[in-house]
């Protein structure tokens, strides 16, 4: 009978600590920060650089709370007052460094990925077991900013293989993103006031204009710039979104069309990149990125040394760290066999 009455006063208290729980969950959700770093111009096109916070939920002293995870993201964002691009950032798969050098602007784009070499089978006490040797392929793009467009000044493919051996194929020069000088200050925009669906400033001349009723004005704190193709408004304050939104979808960038405003689409960097030109090719192995050039580098080009100097370059022989693991790997399959 005791057991029962138990039994009934438990099945009382699980609704409550279903009902607890679910009103805990639905006070945190996960969500992201976006605020504006920097803001540079030249040439009538502003340089904007942009940091992101992503917050995940963690059960912490019995209740859900946003913590933050990673390290905050970076973009950076160009435009003119009528198209906005994305030059990259270090939250979507790639390194991005931009910067100027002799008073240019240069942005250098480096992507490292993993890819299958070749097939390994090793026969041991006559069954057969097979192996996928990995190199690591990484593609260091730099493009330069002649006013219009990106071209692409230089672009290497640097391929790491599991004996040690380095490949490197090039076009142009690559320089070393240390050369860069970072984009000059932070400007001021001129302040926005927001009043009743409309906003207020003077940049030029004044300007009185309609906001669209999607947005929403809590979240904006506005100043205004001028560019080559229009006036850009930035949101200067600290954006909340859920996670999952992308960055075209944040109301960080707006612009004046028709007496009213509306947000600047942002494309992606190949909508800007100019047509592209021939240039010479240079292959190496394990030594200098270099080019087929006679022109004088401004700075010394990124040096590249393989990682077993002593490793054959025939990449059919397995040696240095793959020798290593596929010794290991047989000796382990060698102990379970006979096991």
């Known amino acids: 009978m005791a057991l029962i009455r138990k039994f009934i006063a438990l099945l009382a208290v699980i609704p409550s600590i279903l009902v607890l729980t679910q009103t805990v969950s639905a006070d945190c959700s996960s969500y992201e920060l976006y605020s504006v770093n920097s803001i540079s111009s030249f040439n009538g096109w502003l340089?904007?650089?942009?940091?992101?916070?992503?917050?995940?939920?963690?059960?912490?002293?019995?209740?859900?709370t946003p913590v933050l995870v990673g390290i905050p993201d970076e973009y950076y964002l160009l435009t003119d007052g009528n198209k906005t691009i994305l030059l990259g950032g270090t939250g979507i798969g790639q390194g991005i460094f931009?910067?100027?050098?002799?008073?240019?602007?240069?942005?250098?784009?480096?992507?490292?990925t993993h890819a299958p070499y070749r097939n390994v089978t090793i026969t041991i006490e006559g069954r057969p077991h097979n192996f996928t040797l990995i190199k690591n392929v990484t593609v260091k793009t730099l493009y330069l900013f002649n006013g219009t467009c990106l071209e692409n000044a230089s672009t290497c493919r640097i391929v790491s293989y599991p004996n040690g051996?380095?490949?490197?194929?090039?076009?142009?020069?690559?320089?070393?993103?240390?050369?860069?000088?970072?984009?000059?200050?932070?400007?001021?925009?001129?302040?926005?006031?927001?009043?009743?669906g409309t906003i207020h400033f003077t940049l030029r001349k004044h300007y009185t204009l309609t906001l669209p009723e999607w947005v929403n004005t809590s979240n904006?704190?506005?100043?205004?710039?001028?560019?080559?193709?229009?006036?850009?408004?930035?949101?200067?304050?600290v954006i909340h979104v859920p996670v999952g939104v992308s960055i075209d979808g944040?109301?960080?960038?707006?612009?004046?069309?028709?007496?009213?405003?509306?947000?600047?689409?942002?494309?992606?960097?190949?909508?800007?990149?100019?047509?592209?030109?021939s240039v010479n090719t240079t292959k190496s192995t394990g030594g200098n990125l270099t080019a087929n050039s006679t022109d004088t580098p401004l700075?010394?080009?990124?040096?590249?040394?393989?990682?077993?100097?002593?490793?054959?370059?025939?990449?059919?022989?397995?040696?240095?760290?793959?020798?290593?693991?596929?010794?290991?790997?047989?000796?382990?399959?060698?102990?379970?066999?006979?096991?």
Not at 47 to 64: H, R
């Open 250 to 277: 944040v109301p960080l960038l707006f612009t004046v069309e028709n007496g009213t405003v509306r947000s600047l689409s942002v494309l992606g960097l190949e909508k800007l990149a100019c047509a592209e030109t």
């Open 165 to 196: 051996t380095k490949t490197n194929t090039c076009k142009g020069f690559i320089w070393n993103a240390s050369a860069f000088k970072p984009p000059r200050g932070f400007l001021t925009g001129a302040p926005v006031r927001i009043e009743n």
């Open 47 to 64: 340089l904007i650089g942009v940091g992101k916070d992503s917050y995940a939920c963690e059960m912490i002293a019995g209740e859900w």
């Open 220 to 237: 904006l704190n506005l100043e205004a710039f001028a560019a080559e193709h229009g006036v850009v408004l930035i949101n200067m304050g």
């Open 98 to 112: 931009v910067g100027f050098m002799n008073e240019t602007f240069y942005v250098l784009i480096v992507t490292s």
């Open 299 to 339: 700075t010394p080009p990124i040096i590249t040394t393989p990682s077993q100097p002593t490793a054959s370059n025939d990449k059919k022989n397995i040696c240095g760290p793959a020798f290593i693991i596929l010794a290991t790997t047989t000796g382990l399959l060698l102990k379970r066999h006979r096991n």
